[in-house]
């Protein structure tokens, strides 16, 4: 269950170390055990179904990865800190720190930590948002036929 922070009680969330904030729990990534992810967490920063915003904050361990997947609903995602690289669509992406990432609607995504840090990004959401919808095998045969797509699904799969 997401944790709703309601921004009239709690003005401020002071970070209180090492991209935690106060007052807020760290959560796991998700609790869908069809999807495959590794070594990742998450924070909600502002919830507000008046805004219909979510702000969240996803911290990737090296050699961790999000969940390839696609929503309807678009996502905003900002790079605070580490390296790393992501698809969308049909294109990979080096994202180093202060890099905006737009995921279009129904696209798929996928985030990934390189390096000896962790990557950890902001994510702007729609606050009442659909579920995920994880790939076919049709779907990853066709994101396949590009072979840096390809290359890169590979890496998680550690083929």
Known sequence: MTEKINIRKQPLHRKAHDFRWEGVEE???????????KTITRQTLFSDPELRGELRYFEIAPGGFSTLERHEHVHAVLILRGSGRC??????????????????????HQFRATGGTPLGFLCMVNAARDKPQLPTPRDIAALKEDAQVAAFLSEAAGE
């Open 27 to 37: 959560l796991p990534y998700k609790e869908d055990k069809r999807a495959l992810f």
């Open 87 to 108: 698809l969308v669509g049909k294109k990979v992406l080096a994202l180093e720190v202060c890099d905006l990432v737009t995921v279009p609607a129904m696209t798929w």
